[in-house]
Every structure is written in C-alpha cells, then in structure tokens.
C-alpha cells in the first residue's frame, strides 16, 4: 500500500546530508529568520507571537492588529497576553491595507502583526514606516516564510520581533522561534517539559518517519513495532485507530480557542527539536521546496476554473527562497476544497475566521478565505504527490 501523502516534513536519513560544493556556494548564504543577531526558541510559532507580546510589556487591554486573512493561532496569542484583536484589511499582494486603519484603531493599538503569507515575502518598509509614525510595534509573523528576503531587509529584520515556526519548514514534533533584528529579547523563563514528552516527541517524529518509509533499514523493523503499538492501541480503546500523517491537522469545528491547543506555550521546546534545528541541514528543504512550488505553477497556471494567486509564480522571485504553499484561487473553491480533504490530499484554506473580525470594503481577505486553497509544496512531497493533487484538481475542476 502506498504511504499516505505525508503533512508536513518527514525525518529521513537525507534530512543530515551535506550538500555538494556547488550547492553549497548557492545556498549556505541564504537569508533566514534563523540568522537575526537575538533569538529564542518556544513550543512554536503560536507561542512565539504571545512571547513578543509579553516582551512589549504592553497595558492590558491594548489593541493588536491583525489581518482579516488569519488561522485562528493568530488570534489566540493576543487574547492570551491579555489584549485585545482589531482588525485591517488586505491588499491584492497580501500587504496590510493601511488605509483600512481607522484612527482610532491606529490611537489604541500597541502592536500589529504582518505576516509574509505562503512563504511569499514583500517589502514592509512602508508598514514600518507607518508603525513608527504611530508607536506601533511590529510583530513580523514569518510562519510561512522562514527563509528570504522582504524587500530591503532579510526576512525577519523588519520587525521589532520575528515569530516563526519551525515544524512547518523542519521535521520537528514542536518548535518555533522569537527573534530580533533590533531587540535584545528579556528571559522567557519557559519550563521545562518531563521525560515523557520529551520520549513522545522522539517516538512521533520516528513513527512519522517509519509510516512514510523514510529510514530506510529500520522501515521493516520500525513497522512491525508500529503495528504492535497499534494494535495495542486498539484493544486498549476498544476500536479501530489507523496511523495518521497529520502533525498539524485542525478540527474543523467547535470554540476557536480550545481548537488552537494553547496549553504549552509556556514550555520550553523539546530537546530533540533544538538538537535537529542545529543538526539538520537546509539546502535540501529550499531546493525541493522550489521544485514542487513551479510545478504547481506548471501544471495549474492554465486551468480553467482557477489560477495562481500571485501573478508571478511560475518563475518564483529571488526574494522567495523556501514556499510554505502554493497558493490558488479557485471560483468554485467550496466543492474543490472539500473534494480534496475528503480524500486527503494535502492542501487546506483559512476558512476558520475568529469571531468578531470584521467585513471591510474592498478587503481582499474576506474573498481569500473562501477562493484561496493552500496547496502543501513542503520538501517530503514528492514530484508524484504534486502531479497527482494538480491532477485531481483539474479532475474536479473538469
Ligand atoms: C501565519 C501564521 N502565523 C502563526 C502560526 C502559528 O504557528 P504554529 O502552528 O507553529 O503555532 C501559523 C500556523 O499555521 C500561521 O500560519
């Protein structure tokens, strides 16, 4: 039976590989939030962006702003640190729509987070600009975009601090990271995690990498355990339970804040996801990433029925180093998007709006989170798995 397309990055033994001279001369220079003179390391990103608001030491009660075009653990963060979320609408490139500040947003607000969407970073020197005239700080959420350049500056460097999340680019169970171009961070003093979430984190990202067949020699072995363990599983709840690839899958109903599992936020990463962070190399992660990105482009830029959302994805700017997804407009997204989670093809779409955010005219986040589908291009899909959700794509569409 064929391994189910995995969500997000898999552990392989390739995943330590050096990359050869040339490749190396290419890529080791690469821009990344990584690489900012002050970071820290959290559970994730999630945590990342209530961390850089607690460093903001903002009066409770302030306003956040935040897009209209969000996933709920955007939203939760700012509730958590005890703020509260106002929103701003989007332009056709993803970049906040100033405009659609009103001034009384701009008088309360303390903080405003601009995220790079899909790993497609822009220019914030205007955001910047803005925030300064207001004594706005700028959280840069570089979720989707590790690695790149936004305009003038590295990814990252924009902002007073940084959040990304770094089981979205790394075969890690929990990490994420505050980082600052300009600001030292204060302790986050986080606690540290027991010897059995710290053993539970090193068995999922092993049966991760055992389901999808990735260490090879230890794959046979590995699924025999796996399947005791299952069947363990089963008598011990007294029903069927399958294997799932899916790290980061979210219900999809029910309250918002309980769906954005906050409870360890305050905890420090695991141990297993520090050390790969340091000991896992990234050539690999951007080049593959690229590849599955244009051919995305390529066999989707002239279907009917749906289109590239950035007008230049076939050839990928400079700037856009690492994807987290391609994504496509799709006019009939209701039918297409459900068709394809119903046969578990990786790609998914912020409809799961935060209560409260508001309709704004000419936002181009409300028509987003209904036409926009986030097609998963992450480096453990394989040219296969691109070409077969393409071509289910275009079935549906057909
Ligand atoms: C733009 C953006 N910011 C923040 C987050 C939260 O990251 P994490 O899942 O690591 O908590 C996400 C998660 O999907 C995201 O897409």
């Known amino acids: 039976m064929q391994p189910p397309m995995p969500r997000g990055p898999v552990l392989g033994w390739d995943c330590f590989k050096r990359p050869n001279p040339a490749e190396k001369s290419e890529l080791d220079t690469f821009p990344s939030v990584e690489l900012l003179p002050h970071k820290t390391y959290t559970t994730s990103g999630r945590a990342a962006i209530y961390h850089a608001l607690r460093q903001l030491q903002l009066v409770s009660g302030r306003l956040v702003l935040l897009p209209t075009y969000h996933c709920p653990t ?51 020197a205007e955001v ?38 770094l089981s979205k680019f790394l075969p890690v169970p929990e990490a994420g990271l505050l980082a600052s171009g300009q600001r030292p961070i204060a302790p986050l003093n986080l606690q540290e995690q027991g010897t059995k979430a710290h053993t539970k984190g090193c068995l999922d990202i092993v049966e991760m990498a055992i389901v999808h067949e990735r260490l090879t020699g230890l794959n046979t072995i590995g699924n025999a355990i796996l399947n005791i363990k299952l069947a363990i599983k089963r008598i011990l709840r ?36 520090l050390w790969l962070t340091r000991k896992l190399t990234r050539h690999n992660i ?60 990786p790609v998914f779409r912020w409809d799961r709006i935060w209560p409260g955010t508001p309709i704004i005219s000419g936002d181009a986040g409300q028509q ?8 998963l291009c ?9 070409k077969k959700t393409a071509a289910a794509i275009q079935h549906i569409l057909n």
């Open 74 to 124: 955007m939203v939760a963060p700012v509730l958590l640190a005890g703020h509260q979320p106002s929103y701003y609408g989007i332009a056709a490139n993803g970049l906040p729509n100033l405009d659609s500040i009103t001034p009384d947003q701009a008088r309360l607000a303390g903080a405003m987070l601009v995220p790079h969407y899909f790993g497609i970073p822009h220019s914030l």
């Open 128 to 165: 910047r600009r803005w925030c300064d005239e207001h004594h706005i700080a700028l959280i840069e959420d570089c979720a989707h975009t590790l690695f790149g350049r936004a305009g003038e500056r590295n990814v990252g460097a924009w902002g007073d601090f940084a959040t990304a999340s």
């Open 286 to 345: 951007i080049r593959r990433r690229r590849e599955n990105f244009l051919l995305y482009a390529q066999l989707l830029n002239n279907q009917s029925g749906c289109r590239p959302l950035m007008p230049d994805s076939n050839t990928l700017s400079d700037q856009c180093i690492a994807p987290y997804v391609f994504p496509l407009w799709v006019d009939d997204a209701d039918r297409v998007y459900h068709e394809l989670r119903l046969h578990g093809y």
């Open 368 to 375: 987003w989170s209904r036409h926009v589908l986030q097609l």
């Open 238 to 273: 007294g029903k069927n339970t399958t294997p799932t690839a899916s790290s980061n899958c979210r219900p999809e109903s029910g309250d918002f804040m309980p769906a954005c599992d906050m409870a360890r936020i305050n905890f420090a990463p695991l141990g297993i996801s």
């Open 378 to 386: 992450h480096q453990d899909l394989q040219e296969l798995d691109i």
